[in-house]
């Protein structure tokens, strides 16, 4: 192995033995010298890159074929996409100096690769190296302080089972556009030295074990345009640096412990098309205000003991595919201007509010994933039945209503005991 190895690399700068007839007959032919580099794999990973890649390989445990140059593209260095497998991704592309004729390592893409052991910290003598993909594999260990000296832009250990902390000195990587952590066993704080990624536009962190508070610092994040932390126990009150993220298009805060009510200056979050935040300590109060988001397409505020009405400016949203208020504490009636949102919602989730009124025909009629039930609808005449197509009516219907309603429809369905005797209604 090893010698068959060291005579490969003592070949560096001569043209592969199968090609060197046809090239000698090129050349002779036209009598043009550079051509020489068409024909032959004369361009090498740098040796000392080469040594890290191997050890890299078995921390991974991952085979590579070193009797090819890893910047070759072939055998294994660079996998076509499988349609089989949507995260499936398996690339080490290179940067290579065609005066010099070496290369050097500039991202590694290993998705959906069942890779197990630990993230080697080796990765940071790969000084070029811009992209790391390690998306959905087994890798466990901690997240390797040296790699805050790579140049990276994009760094994703997503769905993996990382442990420890995030490091502050991934602050250092000013290039760094896309910090993609999810998935993990990530404890303790996000460190306040984030913030000074100036450049960085995605922070996914959802289903971690993340604490304490968002840091100020992260204020100074004016590119952020996605934000996720949910299911992390992250607490503290919504912060009103918030916005200054004036970029955002995603935010999900789902199932954290972080305290309501939204700041006012979320208002100038124009840009947000998806905002997802449910089951928060204690709520958030009162209605967010989003009446300049005129780009929302999923809106989810659920089980946040919101009260009062539903604001007008919702029917307004004219790209709103999903709408979730479910869980909540909301009265009143489906304002008229919600009728504007028949033809974009996909899924409109009502469920378990206090809302009066008439239920509007474009719901009812809609053959959509709608619910409406467990609310206290006034309106006749009643539906006659509690499912209509898609649409979810059940308990939707104040038990002080109309008495000749069907008995699924009421509120607070005395089902539990005798569900039968309630059918003759
Ligand atoms: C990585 O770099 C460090 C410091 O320059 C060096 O000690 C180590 O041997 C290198 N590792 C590999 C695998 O090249
Ligand atoms: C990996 O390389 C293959 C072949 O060039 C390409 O089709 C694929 O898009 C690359 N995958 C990624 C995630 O860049
Ligand atoms: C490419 O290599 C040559 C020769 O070693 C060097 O002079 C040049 O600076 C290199 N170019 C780049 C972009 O690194
Ligand atoms: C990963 O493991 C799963 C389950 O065993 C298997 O279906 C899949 O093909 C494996 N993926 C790769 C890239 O080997
Ligand atoms: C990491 O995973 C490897 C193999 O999957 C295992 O042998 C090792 O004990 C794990 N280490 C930790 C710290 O969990
Ligand atoms: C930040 O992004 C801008 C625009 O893409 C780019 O010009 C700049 O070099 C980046 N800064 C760093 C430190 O990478
Ligand atoms: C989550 O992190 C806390 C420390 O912040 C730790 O005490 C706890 O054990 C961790 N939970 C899990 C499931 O790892
Ligand atoms: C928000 O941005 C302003 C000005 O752009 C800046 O002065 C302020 O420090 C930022 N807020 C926070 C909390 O970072
Ligand atoms: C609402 O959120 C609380 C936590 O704040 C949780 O305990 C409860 O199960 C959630 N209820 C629903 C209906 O999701
Ligand atoms: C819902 O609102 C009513 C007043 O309309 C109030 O009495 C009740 O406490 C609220 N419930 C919750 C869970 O906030
Ligand atoms: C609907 O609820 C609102 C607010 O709770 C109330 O003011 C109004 O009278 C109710 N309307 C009907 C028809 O019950």
Redesign the pocket.
């Known amino acids: 192995m090893r010698a068959s190895r060291a005579a490969t690399a003592g070949k560096h700068f001569l043209p592969a033995p199968h090609s060197f007839p046809a090239v000698f007959v090129l050349i002779l032919l036209l009598g043009f010298n550079s051509s020489v580099d068409l024909f032959c794999d004369a361009q090498k990973l740098a040796p000392d890159e080469v040594a890290t890649l191997k050890v890299i390989g078995s921390k991974l445990k991952k085979k590579w074929d070193f009797s090819m140059d890893p910047c070759s593209g072939t055998n294994g260095w660079v996998t076509p996409g499988r349609k089989d497998m949507p995260v499936f991704a398996n690339n080490v592309t290179c940067n290579c100096n065609s005066t010099s004729n070496i290369c050097h390592v500039t991202s590694i893409l290993l998705k959906g690769q069942n890779l197990?052991?630990?993230l080697p910290a080796e990765f940071a003598n790969l000084t070029f190296l811009t992209d790391i993909d390690l998306t959905w594999n087994?890798?466990?260990?901690t997240i390797p302080v040296a790699w805050a000296s790579l140049p990276l832009v994009h760094l994703s250990i997503l769905g993996n089972?990382v442990?420890g902390t995030i490091p502050k000195e991934l602050g250092d990587i000013s290039t760094l556009k896309e910090l993609i952590l999810e998935g993990n066993q990530l404890q303790g704080p996000i460190p306040a030295e984030l913030g000074k990624l100036a450049n960085l536009t995605y922070f996914l962190a959802n289903g971690n074990n993340l604490s304490g508070e968002l840091p100020d610092s992260l204020g100074n994040l004016k590119n952020l345009q996605y934000f996720m932390i949910d299911a992390n126990p992250i607490s503290g009150k919504i912060p009103s640096f918030i916005g200054n993220w004036t970029q955002l298009l995603r935010l999900d805060m789902q199932g954290t412990s972080v305290e309501g009510p939204f700041p006012p200056n979320f208002k100038a979050l124009k840009s947000l098309q998806q905002l997802r935040v449910s089951d928060l300590k204690g709520g958030i109060g009162t209605f967010p205000p989003l009446q300049d988001m005129k780009n929302m397409q999923r809106l989810v505020l659920r089980n946040l003991s919101i009260p009062g009405e539903l604001p007008d400016y919702i029917g307004e949203m004219n790209k709103l595919a999903t709408l979730d208020l479910s869980f909540n504490n909301l009265s009143g009636s489906i304002p008229s201007s919600y009728g504007g949102l028949a033809s974009s919602l996909n899924n409109l989730y009502l469920t378990n509010n206090k809302l009066n009124g008439t239920i509007p025909s474009w719901i009812l009629t809609s053959g959509q994933k709608f619910d409406v039930s467990y609310n206290s609808f006034t309106g006749s005449p009643a539906p006659a039945t509690c499912q209509l197509g898609t649409v979810n009516l059940v308990s939707s219907y104040s038990s002080t209503s109309l008495d000749n309603i069907k008995w699924c429809l009421r509120r607070n369905l005395p089902c539990y005991g005798h569900p039968t005797s309630m059918r003759t209604h």
């Open positions: 197990t052991g630990t087994y890798l466990n260990g089972r442990s």
